[in-house]
């Protein structure tokens, strides 16, 4: 898969780095190993952080940062990182989908990155842009319905927006039907080193999805 990163971006964020992983995989309803590790790290989140300081984890405030430099609200949209940090901070404990979607909420956790994860097959044309929503533009996400996209940063195939940090869109969403994955880390400020972060994304997969036929592309905005 191509990436191509839109100027409205790359001027608000000029050292963006996006690693995406493609991936042969096997899906499953997620496995109490996965619940086990999901779980162990959200006691370790929960130890270390206070509400008020998830947002000041190198990764995220990054991601605010964007969101802000484009015109969004972080405190209405907040990045999908975020988010499941202050439910496990507030006690509210976090949902398990599959065991895709559950080891890329682990990776994203870990790492203080928002995390797209996309059923590849379900992608049209070879290329993402990742540019700013527009006024208007429809996208609906995972289990929030219309979401407003407008100044958020989106990643698009050529049917439309696919991802962004705050959700994913339903229709190229990862479901036991998934056998080709395609994971986009955003990076908008560093947290947990690139290569760390990369190297726990395929150690998830081997693990929890069998992966295989793993090809791994980095871009970086200059």
């Known amino acids: 898969m191509n990436l191509e990163i839109e100027e409205v971006v ?16 096997t899906n499953s309803p997620t496995t109490s190993q996965l619940k086990e590790e999901l779980e162990s790290l959200a006691a370790k989140i929960a130890a270390i952080y206070e509400l008020p300081d998830i947002n000041k984890r190198p ?14 609200e972080p ?10 940090c202050r439910r496990i901070v507030k ?14 909420n682990v990776l994203s956790i870990a790492s203080g990155y928002s995390i797209g994860g996309f059923d590849a097959d379900k992608i049209e044309g070879d ?13 609906e996400g995972i289990g929030r319905g219309v979401l ?11 049917a439309g927006g ?8 339903e229709r190229t969403k990862l479901d036991l039907d998934t056998t080709r994955l395609l994971m986009c ?15 726990l994304a395929i150690d998830l997969l081997k693990r929890h999805a069998a992966a295989c036929n793993i090809k791994v592309t980095r871009h970086h905005v200059n």
Do not use: W
């Not at 990764?59 to 969004?72: F, M, P, S, V």
């Not at 696919?162 to 869109?169: E, L, Q, V, Y």
């Open 127 to 139: 290329t993402l842009r990742l540019g700013a929503g527009r006024e208007g533009e429809p996208f």
């Open 185 to 199: 880390i955003n990076i908008y400020g560093e947290e947990m080193s690139p290569a760390d972060t990369e190297a």
């Open 10 to 25: 790359s001027n608000i964020a000029p050292g963006l780095q996006v690693i995406m992983i493609e991936a042969d995989v």
């Open 91 to 104: 006690g509210m404990g976090l949902y398990y989908i599959n065991n895709l979607v559950d080891l890329i």
């Open 148 to 158: 407003n996209i407008h100044c958020l940063p989106v990643y698009r195939d050529d």
């Open 162 to 169: 696919i991802g962004t940090p705050t959700s994913d869109n």
């Open 59 to 72: 990764g995220i405030a990054a991601t605010r940062a964007a969101y802000k430099a484009l015109g969004k």
């Open 75 to 84: 405190n209405r949209y907040r990045p999908s990182c975020e988010a499941m």
